[in-house]
């Protein structure tokens, strides 16, 4: 950063301790939190050499496009991408483990150099409005030197439970084939996004804040889209979005960002961008593929030009394989977890056949990102039967008998017809 620019929030820090000067979205706590902040960034940028603005370089084995191994009995390969096993979550905790975490890449895993890496922040929602190609600079060890904090935020992509369409509801289900396992909850560590945006001279009337990948350009039908972006609403983008650097104690694996990554806890797996690197902050409107091409709601019973998505709605999974076989006669335990991006659960239900009962919930877990749960089941017989959950959450959302169709089949949240075998 910038010395000059370092000395003026500095001094605005200063001012806000004093109680002589105000702005829009800071009270003094945060400026306090940023003062401390803003002394040990200038006390950085003294004892190191200004770096050249440039991108961090890109090196892509076209053969792996998802550089972890990708064990059968973990993980589902689905073109560039891997999908969580449920099976694999058995005497599992809260978290789901690095190893068995779904993958969700356009294109494939970039690996990155954290020495050159640098968030790069422009636009005309900063102080001054700095470019491109001048922007404000952050270094892995400026965000280390900031504030951390550690959120367990559940990620989930848009088209999580996408193959339902077509096999529960016989509607056409274009896109990646996903079942329930393109969700999962870690425990992150970084900085807040809103703590880099005000050091970087958010301005007051900043309205979208668009971070972008640091992949390889997405080229879909012959055209090319460029790096994944997707704007956030500024209210959001200062809310509980977090620059995640740790994810479960560990550095960010590769496919799951390295070295910086956004998270947006609760929205859209998109809005959370993978390898962030420039991050354009404007006054005005921001749009990308990924918020009008892709990622709204099209078709019969949505708007001529869609409806944007943003939180997920409500889901449940069993713990359990898919047409699992089971002992007939004898007690199961089934687990189970459910979700909500607007908020926690408050109720889970399950059906084995003989209708509607509650399920019991695992106390730690009230308030969290997800609910774990569990119900008892006594297969009555051999045969084939059908096991249901639904959950509601505490806005009072819950899981319809089918999900609202729409052109790109985003947002399954019907309750999913589970088979299982007693034998």
Avoid at 225 to 253: F, Q, S
Avoid at 311 to 337: I, N, T, Y
Wanted: aromatic share 8%; hydrophobic share 40%.
């Amino acid at each position: 950063m910038p010395h000059a620019e370092a000395d003026h929030d500095t001094r605005r820090s200063r001012q806000w301790l004093a109680g002589e000067a105000r702005g829009a979205g800071v009270d003094r706590d945060q400026l306090l939190e940023l003062g401390a902040a803003m002394a040990a960034l200038t006390a950085a940028a003294a004892e190191r050499e200004p770096v050249a603005v440039a991108s961090a370089p890109v090196g892509v084995d076209p053969g792996t496009p998802i550089a972890k191994p990708l064990p059968p009995e973990l993980l589902r390969p689905l073109d560039t991408n891997a999908e969580m096993r449920w099976t694999a979550l058995a005497g599992q905790g809260y978290v789901v483990p690095n190893d068995r975490f779904f993958v969700r890449n356009h294109t494939v895993t970039p690996r990155l150099d954290a020495g050159t890496w640098r968030l790069r922040l422009f636009g005309t929602g900063l102080r001054d409005a700095p470019t491109r190609d001048a922007p404000v600079e952050f270094s892995l060890d400026d965000l280390r030197r900031l504030p951390a904090e550690e959120s367990d935020a559940l990620l989930e992509c848009a088209g999580n439970g996408r193959r339902f369409f077509a096999e529960q509801q016989s509607e056409p289900a274009p896109g990646v084939a996903w079942g329930l396992g393109g969700v999962g909850v870690a425990r992150w560590r970084g900085v807040r996004l809103g703590t880099v945006l005000r050091l970087a001279g958010l301005r007051d009337d900043a309205v979208d804040v668009m971070p972008e990948g640091l992949d390889p350009d997405y080229v879909t039908g012959g055209i090319n889209l460029g790096r994944v972006r997707r704007p956030l609403p500024i209210a959001k983008a200062l809310d509980d979005v977090l620059l995640a650097y740790e994810m479960n104690g560990e550095p960010l694996p590769a496919d799951h960002g390295f070295p910086v990554r956004v998270v947006v806890p609760g929205w859209i797996g998109i809005s959370s961008i993978k390898w962030v690197g420039p991050v354009e902050v404007s006054t005005t409107p921001l749009f990308s593929p990924w918020n009008t091409r892709f990622y709204r709601m099209f078709g019969p019973g949505h708007p001529d030009g869609g409806t944007v998505l943003e939180a997920q709605p409500v889901k449940s999974a069993f713990e359990l394989a898919w047409d699992a076989r089971v002992p007939a006669g004898a007690e199961v335990l089934l687990h189970g977890r459910s979700w909500s991006g607007n908020g926690p659960i408050e109720r889970v239900e399950v059906d084995t056949g003989d209708g509607w009962r509650p399920a019991d919930l695992v106390a730690a877990d009230r308030g969290g990102a997800w609910q774990r749960w569990t119900a008892l089941w006594r297969p009555p017989a051999p045969g084939r039967f059908t096991l249901r959950a639904r959950a509601t959450d505490a806005t009072g959302a819950g899981q319809p008998e089918r999900a609202t169709p729409n052109t790109l089949a985003y947002l399954f949240d019907a309750i999913v017809r589970h088979p299982v075998t007693a034998h």
